[in-house]
């Protein structure tokens, strides 16, 4: 299962596609060209291919992330994207609903003793932070005066109790991806300074680009700004549009998450975790 946590006009870095189910606004979803390009179409991911989650999964010899809403039971034996996001998009009260249908459906396809096993070897992965630690105050200070002088101190409490919501109401997971929060000011969209890392060409400017550091979230021209502008080598991109990764950059993040080294994923790599008995 992949969580997905954010609340910016950006779309979510975990999202296969469960935004284009919803009704919701262009902001949030990316279900149109030039959103998918190297992955032959567009399918709502926020990237011009596969995401972390698409190829983690690959690693395992599992098929393609699909979203909760192409639904069939068969699909979450092999995993699915629940989108967890704070406002606008799917809350995560209506998320957990969402699970509590999986587990519903694996209790009456395979009873009990053997969905209950399903969901201890299920592994969560979880993409929150940036969006949820840096929208509202970045965004609209005035609209979170109690955050103005003492943001740190207190928002992460908030975000803390919030996601107790899903420790608490888990139906036996053990095992947990969860992504911590990346350096503020590294995407196009945050006005990043340029840096050649992992054989990338460009991390300053986004590959589906326009305005300063062409970090403006126009790629498609179905939001606000309609002008933008495609390179034609993602691959020399970190990332794909202003604030999501390219699939090139997704595939080395998942190789990272897979089986690096405790400097960058701890206490386990999820090579790991089918060894891992709970």
Known sequence: MAFNSGNNNYINTLDSGNNNYINTTTQFQANWSPYGET???PTGRPSDG???????ARFANLSLIPSFFEIGFDKFLHGSTLLLVL???IDLQTQLTHFGEVVELSVNKLGSQQSQQLLTDFVYMFSTGSNDYAFPYLTNPKKFPFLKNNFHRWYWVILLLFYRQFTNYNKGGRKFTIFTLPPEGCSPGGRAFNAQIGGFNVS???CCRTGVFKGINSCGGKRQVKEYE???NVTDYVFS??????EAANQQFAQLLWNGTADVIAPHNLIFFPTLVL
């Open 230 to 232: 495609l390179r034609k």
């Open 39 to 41: 992955f032959n179409s």
């Open 204 to 206: 300053i400017e986004a």
């Open 87 to 89: 406002a606008q998009v």
């Open 241 to 246: 549009d202003a604030s999501h990764p390219t």
């Open 50 to 56: 596969r995401l972390i989650s698409d190829f983690t």
